[in-house]
């Protein structure tokens, strides 16, 4: 299974622009990342993106496109199933 994730070595201002254009998307659900809800534990600017970037990329990866959010997002192909803001959503 692969999952889109925020790219650690990008700067967070890139991150959360990025994560910005992806909750203004269809696809992008950044409702999970509000105060309150379950993904807002994991408080920080890349573990928020990752949840938005791995929302959009569930929803549309079987269409052809990009998923590195312009440079700040990164596919991974490992078991990420131990991190728990990272299990995957299904459509």
């Keep these: 299974m692969s999952t889109c994730i925020a790219d650690p070595r990008i700067p967070d201002k890139v991150v959360q622009a ?12 950044c409702s999970m990342i509000q ?6 534990v994991q408080d920080t600017i890349k573990d ?14 079987h269409q052809a496109g990009s998923y590195d959010f312009h440079g700040a997002a990164v596919i991974s192909h ?8 990272l299990n995957p959503v299904v459509f």
């Design 48 to 61: 928020h993106a990752s949840v938005v970037f791995n929302t959009y990329y569930q929803h549309y990866k």
């Design 18 to 29: 990025a994560a910005d254009w992806a909750c203004r998307q269809s696809g992008g659900d």
């Design 78 to 85: 490992t078991d990420s199933s131990k991190k728990f803001f």
């Design 35 to 40: 105060i309150g809800q379950n993904f807002f």
